[in-house]
């Protein structure tokens, strides 16, 4: 069963704005990773965040975890036309089985 | 970072045929693969574990022999979509875990698996 699930809601926004989605999920996790998807595209692996940890950066990207919500976020920063794709959250367990939640996208206005 | 592989990128088959999708990973050893399905619009769902010289595990529903799984190498698992319906059209994704206890997965690009 799938554990992360992000809010449903498509993202529009304009370059240079930050979007913002957010992954709740459901049992507990060793780590919780973001994805993201160009359309018909494999995955690229984002960021990922230990379930000891809070908050991690990197680059324009700010991934926070909140344990006892059982929830995290993903802020992009400045957003370009390129940032432009579907975004996933995945939930690791410990055992290295990915659970995946519906995606997030996000489409970015030049 | 580590790049996975797949081939082909797309096949076109008519119903009853078996269709093989190849995942490989090309500068590590990979001991885990792993394979996912991916319909329109919607999210990923794991298939199965592939471990490299032992039986793959599949997750509840998937029908082992429908899919099967054959992970002979450290850099090579593949997925044999048998006896394929148009049920099974779909986006058929897999990823790969190197052995040096990183949690990370390494995506291939998929393959688009249109059954007619």
């Known amino acids: 069963s799938q554990q992360g699930e992000e809010d449903p809601q498509a993202l529009s926004i304009q370059e240079g704005e930050n979007a913002t989605m957010n992954c709740s999920y459901k049992?507990?996790?060793?780590?919780l990773q973001w994805y993201r998807q160009n359309s018909g595209r494999g995955l690229v692996h984002l960021i990922l965040?230990?379930?000891?940890?809070r908050e991690k950066h990197s680059g324009r990207l700010r991934v926070t975890l909140d344990t006892s919500k059982k929830s995290s976020s993903l802020l992009i920063t400045a957003s370009r036309a390129a940032d432009t794709a579907s975004y996933f959250c995945a939930t690791d367990d410990g055992n290295n089985r990915l659970a995946f939640g519906k995606g997030n996208q996000v489409v970015v206005i030049p | 970072g580590a790049v996975v592989s797949q081939h082909p990128s797309r096949v076109i088959c008519k119903s009853g045929t078996s269709v093989k999708i190849e995942c490989r990973s090309l500068d590590f050893q990979a001991t885990t693969m792993f394979w996912y399905r991916q319909f329109p619009k919607k999210s990923l769902m794991l298939m199965a574990t592939?471990?490299?010289?032992?039986?793959?595990?599949?997750e509840q529903g998937v029908e082992k022999d429908k899919f099967l799984i054959n992970h002979a190498s450290l850099t090579l698992s593949t997925l044999t979509v048998t006896s394929a319906h148009p049920e099974d059209s779909s986006f058929y994704i897999c990823s790969a875990r190197g052995n040096q206890g990183f949690r990370e997965q390494f995506f291939g690009p998929g393959t688009r698996l249109t059954v007619l």
């Open positions: 965040i230990r379930s000891n940890e």
């Open positions: 592939s471990n490299e010289g032992s039986k793959a595990t599949y």
């Open positions: 049992t507990s996790i060793n780590n």
